[in-house]
């Protein structure tokens, strides 16, 4: 049963940093290619970055290029979010996803899902 858990959200003021995490479990972590996607109230879930299976190659959405990082750690089966400069508009329910080999921009190309963390930032 694979199972991807969040953790780290939280509220913070604009300009802060956040760190998210996701946990795992039940599917072969090193093949995967692993992304967060976010959604606010009212809008689609929107890509926000992803992450190769070594961790070399990245992708991240216009708005959140050179504030945000993703990192991966494959002995903890551990993906991560570090979210800086935290702007209001990054409020939203963020989601970790999975799926194998290949990377993609579209929520639907993604099988596996967590239960999503929210992150509230305040003006």
């Known amino acids: 049963q694979v199972q991807l858990v969040e953790s780290g959200g939280g509220l913070v003021q604009a300009g802060g940093s956040l760190r998210l995490s996701c946990a795992a479990s039940g599917l072969t972590f090193s093949n995967c290619v692993m992304a967060w996607f976010r959604q606010a109230p009212g809008k689609e879930r929107e890509f926000v970055a992803s992450?190769?299976?070594?961790?070399?190659?990245?992708n991240y959405a216009d708005s959140v290029q050179g504030r945000f990082t993703a990192s991966r750690d494959n002995a903890k089966n551990t993906v991560y979010l570090q979210m800086n400069s935290l702007k209001p508009e990054d409020t939203a329910v963020y989601y970790c996803a999975a799926r194998y080999f290949r990377a993609s921009f579209k929520a639907s190309d993604y099988g596996y899902w967590g239960q999503g963390t929210q992150v509230t930032v305040s003006s």
């Open positions: 992450i190769g299976w070594t961790g070399v190659t990245t």
